[in-house]
């Protein structure tokens, strides 16, 4: 069973709001994942790690969200002015090298009024 | 989606087999992984392939064609239990980033 820990399970926020969530990897996982589930079930890869550096993260997450895997504090995931659009799932995965499998989080559920 | 597609569901009977398949058309690959998603609950790493042929990992095994762009999940004495949903996701060279595709809803009938 995956260790990954994901706060808070659910959140709702307005639109224009921040809307931040958080993410515990598995000890002796250094590399981590954020991905975005919708509701028609379909994966958006946002933003990995290794340790606090940035590996890879598109363009949306480049120009609205905020990200950070702090030594030490749990990774978060912070979306600066929240949209209807990112109502979804948002899933964080951590492995224990690049090349290892990602395990999963239970994830934060977001809702955007 | 992302180049990976999958049947949205799948019916089977408790006791006997079912096949999920999946196909990809992506530029790049590492290998190939199948989780497990019940609703409301994290994907659960079932098992990754890279090389072709079957894997047989007892109730689940896989099998991986890198020429023709596909694999399957074989479930075997199906229980009740196994209804879920099984995702395919493709890894992409560069950090092993997975690009998914949109899951198959088994369905196991008594």
């Given at each position: ?113 | ?9 799948l019916m089977s009977v408790e006791g006997t087999f079912a096949?999920v ?15 497990q998603?019940r ?5 659960v790493?079932l ?11 007892g109730h689940f095994s ?11 999940l074989l479930l075997t004495e199906l229980q009740i239990k196994d209804s879920a949903?099984y ?19 088994l369905t196991v009938e008594p």
């Open positions: 069973n995956s260790k990954v820990i994901q706060t808070p399970r659910y959140l709702v926020k307005g639109q224009g709001q921040k809307a931040k969530m958080r993410c515990i990897p598995e000890k002796g996982h250094p590399v981590v994942f954020w991905y975005q589930q919708n509701k028609n079930n379909e994966f958006k890869f946002l933003i990995n790690f290794q340790n606090q550096e940035v590996l890879q993260q598109i363009d949306m997450t480049e120009k609205r969200f905020s990200a950070e895997c702090p030594s030490n504090s749990p990774c978060s995931l912070e979306i600066q002015s929240s949209e209807a659009g990112d109502s979804a799932l948002y899933l964080c995965a951590s492995s224990r090298d690049r090349a290892a499998e990602q395990f999963f989080g239970p994830g934060t559920r977001l809702t955007v009024l | 989606g992302q180049g990976v597609e999958q049947p949205d569901n096949r398949n999946c196909t990809y058309s992506t530029s790049g690959f590492n290998g190939l992984s199948w989780y998603q609703e409301g609950h994290a994907p790493f098992s990754y392939v890279v090389l072709d042929g079957l894997k047989d990992s896989t099998f991986l064609s890198r020429s023709n762009g596909y694999s399957y949903s995702l395919c996701a493709v890894r992409k060279p560069n950090y092993n980033v997975l690009y998914f595709g949109s899951g198959t809803k």
